[in-house]
Each structure stands twice: as structure tokens, then as C-alpha cells.
Nanobody, 115 residues
Framework: QVQLVESGGGLVQPGGSLRLACAASGSISSINTMGWYRQAPGKQRDLVATITRSGYTNVADSVKGRFTISRDNAKNTVYLQMNNLKPEDTAVYYC?????????WGQGTQVTVSS
């Protein structure tokens, strides 16, 4: 089992910034991918960004140039730096861990972008 604990969500004005963090613990594989997905009300859960343990990233076009994903392998923690936030970024953000045969989700953290 892998446990994921997310932090950093909240309310921010358009143009503002937030940083999300997700710490993994438990039975963690040496080869894994961690990342962030988001789900707005009434919509499907979509990819935001993922990063492998070696640092390869995959970032959604809708957030390229505004969001940056990074990770600290020593802490088994993934970060999402979100800049120039827009109202359409409002969603519950979920952390994900996968290692080929297993996939785990965090509980989600709300990000609301509103004036």
C-alpha cells in the first residue's frame, strides 16, 4: 500500500500563485511516476502534470508555461507550482502515484481561483 497526503490548496485571486505538495509513504517502488490530476464539478478527471523518478515530465497543454511539476525523491514528495492562476483552474486537485501495476490516489485538495 502507498499513502498519499496532499497539502497546499486554497482560495486565490486570478493571477495569483499556489504550491501543492504530495508526500508518499508506504511500499514505494524505486521506479514510479507521481503527478497531479484535477476534476472540476460535472467534469471528468484530467491530467495536469506527471513526473517520473528520473525527472521526465508530462504537462497538459492548458497549464504549460504556468504550472511546474517537480519532485524530491529523498522525501518521496511531488510538488506543483501554479502561477498565473485562472478561474478555469478551479477544481479538486488529486495526487497520483503509479508504478506499473499499482495506482493510488490522494484525497484531493480544493483549489479555487476567484476574485
Amino acid at each position: 500500500q502507498v499513502q498519499l497526503v496532499e497539502s497546499g490548496g486554497g482560495l486565490v485571486q486570478p493571477g495569483g500563485s499556489l504550491r501543492l505538495a504530495c508526500a508518499a509513504s508506504g511500499s514505494i517502488s524505486s521506479i514510479n511516476t507521481m503527478g497531479w490530476y484535477r476534476q472540476a464539478p460535472g467534469k471528468q478527471r484530467d491530467l495536469v502534470a506527471t513526473i517520473t523518478r528520473s525527472g521526465y515530465t508530462n504537462v497538459a497543454d492548458s497549464v504549460k508555461g504556468r504550472f511546474t511539476i517537480s519532485r524530491d525523491n529523498a522525501k518521496n514528495t511531488v510538488y506543483l507550482q501554479m502561477n498565473n492562476l485562472k478561474p478555469e483552474d478551479t477544481a479538486v486537485y488529486y495526487c497520483n502515484y503509479r508504478d506499473g501495476i499499482r495506482s493510488y490516489w490522494g484525497q484531493g485538495t480544493q483549489v479555487t481561483v476567484s476574485s
